[in-house]
């Protein structure tokens, strides 16, 4: 399931009154763990605020004008292992507002009337400014027409307070406000996403500090990596090429597609998930002379996501990057040929790359889908929700997959039926992964495991069942990230999660590629 990544902001929009030059901090917690640690600084009319979360520092620079309306923008995304620069993105409000990417054709503007603000995810130093623009009294509320850094799209935001109770609401997600006395902001909770935050002095962040800025961990002897990136149209996609040093002459590649949510190129999330899955299988494959790309999905980590509103994303936007990163390794000579290796949800989107023309030799399938998305959806929400909960969930799944109004969604389930992905999840729940597989017209290769608890064994034997001519393979007490685990136990199996120096087991690497060396093109 996608979660949507944007959902808790930083809201920006004019102050009813100058600020004194003053500074502190935020931690957000997910389910009680820190994922991401802000400080900031006003002076004058800029406030400046720095945030680390999941391997990034975002530096953010605003500049209000007399009259507190937001003028520019500027964010740097940085590298926390390296400092490497991943991207930079200049923002100016007007009437409009247009905003750039730096060293990318990405960019383009879009009508903000007022009032206005500007957002991006999980700067809390802004929410605390907008805030302060609600009206005296028991109850007031404001609606501001907002411009998303993260993808470009405007959507309308609601400061509210009722009751003593002050909320922000975007895109049907609220956020609970705990102002002080003296009116900066003290606490935050999303309740539908199970975050929290507390305002910390500045000096005890990891964002008030320089980056201690280390080499990443190399790859092993043998193995070199490199950046590889290329275009969607206005999408720029960045990966990492792995090769192996030595080869005498062109090899062999793979591109390898990352599964659902905001699922970065070596396999791991903010959500909850550090596994290194991809990089590891990434680094394995070059010892064995099979070169590989893994890359940042549009929107996470490294990769621009500019193209417009969030809510019109479909499924097939996100195919659609694929073939085009396929396409560009089949013209690099440096390759013999192209398969695609695609992980939970990348396997369906490997599926349909194919299927549209991607110039692939074949498609590997790890722990993909063999029935709808729906179907193992449900299966997965059978296995924590009681009966009654489950029936209320199927009831907004119908209503949430049709094409009337949104259904009114409870909060522990907002993060499930979130209207910013409504149109992913529509598209994504038309497509038979079984039928796909019986289009293909190259060789397939499923590989399932047999602990794992999101998709199981049953989605294996739909796609041997659809594709005959399938090489399916059942690695038995494999989970999801195929690490051993012995037992379906979710306490065992979400441990494996946030482990990545657990060894892949040792039946996959072979068995990719065996497949990779003997399919041709």
């Not at 850094?149 to 609970?176: I, K, P, Q, Y």
């Amino acid at each position: 399931m996608r979660v949507a990544g944007g959902l808790v902001a930083a809201l920006l929009t004019l102050l009813p009154t100058e600020l004194p030059a003053q500074s502190g901090g935020y931690r957000t917690l997910l389910n009680g763990h820190e994922i991401a640690a802000e400080a900031f600084q006003w002076t004058g009319h800029t406030l400046a605020a720095t945030v680390d979360a999941s391997g990034y520092r975002l530096v953010t620079r605003l500049v209000y004008d007399d009259a507190y309306q937001p003028l520019t923008y500027e964010l740097t995304v940085l590298s926390l292992a390296t400092g490497e620069r991943q991207r930079a993105v200049s923002v100016t409000v007007g009437d409009s507002v247009h905003w750039t990417v730096a060293g990318q054709s990405a960019g383009g503007g879009r009508a903000l009337p007022v009032p206005r603000a500007v957002m991006q995810n999980l700067v809390w130093s802004h929410l605390a400014a907008i805030a302060r623009r609600l009206p005296p009294g028991p109850d007031a509320s404001l609606v501001l027409h907002t411009f998303l850094v993260d993808n470009g799209g405007v959507l309308d935001l609601t400061l509210a307070r009722r009751e003593g109770r002050v909320t922000a609401s975007l895109a049907g997600t609220e956020v609970v406000l705990v102002p002080g006395a003296d009116g900066d902001l003290v606490s935050a909770a999303v309740p539908s996403q199970g975050l929290t935050v507390e305002r910390v002095p500045a000096e005890s962040v990891s964002a008030s500090r320089p980056l201690a800025v280390h080499a990443p961990a190399p790859p092993p002897a043998g193995v070199v990596e490199e950046p590889f990136a290329w275009n969607d149209g206005p999408q720029h996609l960045v990966g990492t090429l792995s090769r192996p040093a030595r080869a005498a002459g062109r090899v062999p590649v793979v591109l390898i597609i990352a599964g659902s949510g905001p699922t970065d190129r070596d396999g791991n999330s903010r959500l909850g998930l550090t596994s290194d899955v991809y990089r590891k299988l990434a680094w394995a494959l070059a010892a064995r002379g099979i070169a590989s790309v893994r890359y940042d999905k549009r929107g996470i980590g490294a990769s621009s996501f500019m193209g417009g509103d969030a809510t019109a994303v479909a499924f097939d936007d996100f195919t659609d990057d694929a073939a085009a990163g396929a396409r560009a390794l089949a013209a690099d000579p440096r390759f013999t040929k192209v398969v695609l290796v695609g992980h939970s949800e990348g396997a369906l989107l490997a599926e349909r790359a194919a299927n549209a023309g991607a110039p692939v030799a074949g498609v590997v399938m790890l722990a993909g889908m063999g029935r709808r998305f729906t179907t193992v959806l449900h299966e997965q929400m059978a296995r924590s929700l009681d009966a009654a909960r489950l029936a209320a969930y199927d009831s907004l799944m119908a209503l949430f997959l049709g094409t009337g109004p949104m259904p009114d969604v409870p909060p522990d389930l907002r993060a499930l039926f979130h209207p910013s992905v409504r149109r992913f999840v529509r598209t994504e729940s038309a497509i038979d992964p079984a039928d796909e597989a019986r289009r293909l017209a190259v060789p397939l290769l499923v590989v399932q495991g047999t602990t794992d608890i999101q998709v199981s064994v049953a989605d294996a034997v739909a796609l041997r069942a659809a594709q005959p001519r399938a090489d399916v393979h059942l690695l038995a007490d494999a989970n999801h990230l195929f690490v051993h685990v012995a037992t379906t136990d979710r306490a065992a199996q979400l441990a494996t999660y946030n482990d990545p120096s657990l060894p892949l087991v040792p039946e996959l690497v072979p068995l990719v590629a065996a497949f990779v060396e003997r399919v041709g093109r």
